[in-house]
């Protein structure tokens, strides 16, 4: 939680908006957490006091952080993600919209992986907001929503495979109760908020993002029976 906190901080500062909701939005399900761990502990084992150390300690050094880093344009920026009138969001929406239509025509077999750029322009021209800005034509490499901009390259079949990758890993982290493991609990968690994020962002095309959400769920599928040899 220590090194997620330092990070939290940078990406806050990096004026991120979405990355910056779905950080904390991930330390505030690490937090609860360890604390539904410490409540499950014995009466005789428990340390309030500790715990509520720990929480503060974090607490100051995030507000240190962002403080000494002037983080005020990070604060406006974020105070505008509910402004229904910024051009981001509704440029993205849009773009979202298009690639959907995009998905439709080509459900079954998509149009192959890494040509959106090339046939987006097809379906962005129906979309005038996200298609010319003062006189000038917009270019889109990605939706900035990987969650349909994904199943329009690679279409039905494509999906089935990396669902059935996915499916055999859930198997396995059910198989070994990953539950009763903290680590594992927090891998999957940071997992999930990830896919999240990749509603607003083309995360899953960065291959460092990529290669490292699909490395989370072996490990958090075997960190649990490397404990249980531990013990």
């Not at 909701?21 to 499950?40: D, Q």
């Not at 509704?90 to 149009?111: C, I, L």
């Not at 969650?147 to 999906?159: M, S, T």
């Amino acid at each position: 939680m220590f090194f997620a906190t330092i990070l939290a901080v940078a990406i806050y500062v990096s004026y991120a908006r979405g990355a910056t909701l779905f950080a904390a939005l991930f330390l505030a399900f690490a937090a609860g957490v360890a604390l539904v761990l410490h409540w499950r502990q014995p009466a005789e084992l428990r340390k309030p006091f500790v715990g509520v150390v720990f929480l503060l300690g974090l607490g100051a050094f995030l507000y240190v952080g962002a403080d000494s880093l002037s983080a005020e344009r990070a604060w406006r920026r974020l105070q505008r993600i509910a402004d229904a009138s910024d051009v981001t969001i509704g440029s993205r929406q849009a773009a979202a919209r298009a690639a959907f239509d995009m998905f439709k025509d080509n459900w079954a077999w998509g149009t192959g992986a890494g040509s959106f750029r090339f046939l987006f322009p097809a379906y962005q021209q129906n979309y005038p907001e996200i298609f010319e800005a003062r006189k000038h034509r917009q270019f889109w490499d990605f939706a900035h929503n990987d969650i349909i901009q994904i199943p329009a390259e690679l279409g039905a079949f494509g999906i089935a495979v990396i669902a059935f990758g996915f499916c055999f890993w859930l198997w396995r982290l059910l198989s070994v109760k990953f539950i009763r493991s903290p680590l594992s609990v927090l891998l999957v968690g940071c997992a999930v908020v990830l896919v999240a994020h990749s509603w607003t962002d083309f995360l899953f095309y960065n291959p460092a993002i990529l290669i490292t959400w699909c490395s989370l769920w072996p490990i958090a599928a075997l960190w649990p029976a490397l404990e249980e040899r531990r013990r």
